[in-house]
Each structure stands twice: as C-alpha cells, then as structure tokens.
C-alpha cells in the first residue's frame, strides 16, 4: 500500500530552468493538493484539484502549473525557476469531505540556485 | 483573512510533564486537523475534528475543539521523548476538504 508517491525527492535547479514534480496515489481519493513548506511559515497551498478534470488556485499559485492527469496523478510544473521556489513541496490527497483526513507523500526538496 | 495561530511556537518539556498546544482559527464554520511531522519527514495524520465539543484521544494526545471559541487544543499526558516532533493544527471549511490552512507549527521537544 503506497498512499501518496512524489518523485523526485531531491532536485536542484538552476535560475530558469523548468521541471516537473511527480504525485500518485493509489487510495481512489477524489481529491488531491500542491503545499509548499518553508521554515517558520508552515504549509501553504499551492494548487489543488477537487475531483478528475478540476484545478483551483491556492494560496501561493504564481510561477507553478498544475495537470490533474487522472484520478491519480496530479502533477506541479515550475516554468521558469526562481530562488525564491526553493522550499519543500509536498503532495497530498483526501476525499472530497476530507472527514478522514490528508495523507501526504513524503515530499520533494527543490533548491534553485 | 483566514487565519491558523498555534501557540506556543517552540515548547520544550520534560519527559512525564503534561502540557497544552493552542491552536485559534479565524471562522467558526470549520473542522480541523492535527498533524504530526518528525525532522526531514512527511506529515502524519493524528486527528480530525469535525464538530464542536469534539474529543479525540490517541496514546498520550487527546485533542479538542471548541468552535464557538475557535480554538482547538491538542493536550500531552506524562510526555515521552518519542513525541518530540512538529505539530501542525489545520483548518478548512465544513463542506469541502479543499483550501487547508495551516498553521505555523509548535516544535516539541521531550527532554529526559
């Protein structure tokens, strides 16, 4: 039982180059999300995709894309990198009431130098 | 603008001493979520409250929550040092798990 894959888990990045970060579940979770998480600020949404076919913007959306390619993948494109991208990005997914909580996957560490 | 405070941000304590985390959230339509994460790892689910009066207890961490007040507590018995870690209060709205908010989280560390 996987619950939720992200790859890469680590990956540095030059000032302007792209990349894509990896997430797929395995639950049948309707919905799925994007946070990054810096130090002393705690996790703040990126983008999200409530159910197949759907995504919303978060709280920090500018600089990424995201494709919700099926019901299990959900993948966060960084177009032109910045230093400021730098951080911890973690992938997770629920159901669509989110009653049961959020299972995260065990997280990408992007440096952009 | 939606809001997650914990407090204390740093607690460090020691081991067989009870202690509270405090956590107030901006509205009063919400559930909330307690997550644990350890140094370098991902977040681990601990508990979910959905309504107010909420009880839930796991081991040595019972958490509460009180939606009139917006707050909710996650309260340690008689610490351990195996639960030193980061504790994360999370919020979102009733009708949809979309649009978690967190807060800063409180760093817990058990001494002997």
């Known amino acids: 039982n996987a619950g939720v894959t992200q790859t890469p888990k680590f990956q540095v990045l030059k000032t302007g180059q792209s990349m894509t970060l990896q997430c797929a579940q395995d639950m049948n979770h309707n919905s799925m999300y994007w946070y990054r998480q810096d130090p002393g600020m705690g996790l703040r949404l990126i983008y999200y995709?409530?159910?197949?076919?759907?995504?919303d913007k978060g709280e920090v959306p500018n600089g990424y894309n995201v494709s919700r390619l099926n019901k299990r993948e959900f993948s966060l494109r960084l177009e032109s990198a910045a230093p400021s991208q730098t951080s911890v990005y973690f992938c997770a997914s629920s159901e669509y009431d989110g009653n049961y909580g959020y299972t995260f996957g065990s997280g990408t560490r992007l440096t952009v130098v | 603008e939606l809001k997650v405070e914990q407090n204390p941000l740093f607690l460090s304590m020691q081991e067989g001493k009870n202690y509270t985390i405090y956590c107030n959230y901006s509205?009063?339509?919400?559930?909330l979520y307690w997550y644990r994460q350890d140094p370098g790892k991902s977040l681990e689910s601990l508990f979910v409250l959905l309504s107010n009066g909420a009880v839930k207890q796991e081991g040595r961490l019972m958490a509460s929550l009180d939606t009139k007040a917006r707050l909710s507590t996650l309260h340690i018995t008689a610490a351990v040092h195996d639960l030193s870690a980061t504790y994360f209060c999370?919020?979102?709205?009733?009708?949809?798990?979309?649009?978690?908010?967190f807060g800063t989280g409180t760093r817990l560390q058990v001494t002997l």
């Open positions: 509205t009063t339509s919400d559930r």
């Open positions: 995709s409530a159910s197949e076919g759907t995504t």
């Open positions: 999370a919020r979102s709205p009733l009708w949809t798990a979309s649009k978690l908010t």
